[in-house]
């Protein structure tokens, strides 16, 4: 079988110039405001708290818009991602932007090599990470041995709930995909993107894996974490269910009715011993 990271980084390496060059990374809003921070970390700030003065990786941080953001909240930031495109476009507007943050290029499951181990106070993963890796435990040892005694970790994501919907069902809300983790992955092809753009990807197919409410605490808990904090939302930053949503101020996206129902996100933190 092909190596799953061969192809989901091929789809990356085909997604970056296409995400900054469109408008929904907001790069030259980067460039031009330094006090400008991602919508997503603006979400984040009431439960992320202050980061000023601790020392950050941001795993999977594909253009380092969010990396960034906490740089200019007053941590010191690394970025962390598996396509060289990313790393360098991150590389470029960081530069452009005036902000000191490092960016290493490696596979998510070698950030400890990559980085050294037990060297971190803050590890932060942003949306839309964990469905591109197979296992959720191995990525919580991970997590745990990037972490100095006292660090935390601090994720948002897409809620597996959500992740495990039939989005092109218009009539109802129908289960589509395994909401668990499985051994095999869930084979996607689409020559699109989650953000606006004019031009379409040449490498279409990925493999993607969901996991479960409580296969992600049982394994950040079995990594020797203690949890601090588990949340959901009703909103998400991008319109999961197209047909179905509504975009707030916040620029988040939310059922046009009945917005208790279901979540769309998750915040999760924790602390290591």
Same mark, same amino acid.
């Given at each position: ?7 989901? @980084?091929?789809? &990356? ?18 460039? $031009? ?13 009431? @439960? ?22 906490? $740089? @200019? ?29 490092? %960016? ?18 803050? +590890? %932060? ?13 191995? &990525?919580?040892?991970? +997590? ?19 992740? $495990? ?10 289960? /589509? ?14 020559? /699109? ?26 394994? +950040?808990?079995?990594?020797g974490l203690a949890l ?42 924790a602390r290591k011993p």
């Amino acid at each position: 079988m092909t190596d799953y990271r061969v192809l989901n @980084r091929a789809n &990356w390496d085909d997604r970056t110039p296409l995400h900054a060059a469109s408008p929904d990374y907001a790069l030259q809003r980067f460039r $031009a405001d330094p006090a400008f921070v991602s919508d997503t970390v603006r979400f984040d700030l009431p @439960r992320l708290g202050d980061v000023a003065g601790l020392r950050g990786v941001h795993l999977q941080c594909h253009l380092g818009t969010d990396t960034i953001s906490l $740089a @200019r909240l007053g941590a010191t930031m690394t970025g962390l991602d598996f396509s060289e495109a990313a790393v360098r476009h991150a590389r470029d507007l960081a530069e452009q932007s005036g902000a000191a943050v490092d %960016f290493v290029r490696a596979d998510v499951y070698d950030a400890v090599e990559a980085l050294g181990s037990e060297g971190f106070d803050l +590890v %932060f993963t942003g949306i839309g990470a964990l469905c591109w890796l197979p296992d959720i435990r191995r &990525w919580a040892r991970t +997590v745990a041995g990037l972490l100095r005694p006292g660090g935390r970790l601090f994720l948002r994501d897409g809620h597996p709930f959500a992740q $495990a919907l039939d989005e092109s069902r218009t009539d109802c809300l129908a289960i /589509g995909y395994p909401y668990f983790e499985t051994a095999e992955p869930m084979v996607c092809e689409e020559d /699109g993107t989650y953000v606006t753009t004019d031009g379409s990807l040449t490498h279409t197919v990925t493999h993607q894996w969901n996991h479960g409410i409580g296969e992600i605490v049982s394994a +950040v808990m079995d990594a020797g974490l203690a949890l601090t904090g588990l949340d959901e939302h009703d909103s998400a930053p991008w319109p999961v269910l197209p047909d179905r949503m509504v975009r707030g101020d916040d620029g988040e996206w939310r059922l046009a009715e009945h917005r208790e129902r279901m979540p769309f996100t998750f915040t999760l933190r924790a602390r290591k011993p």
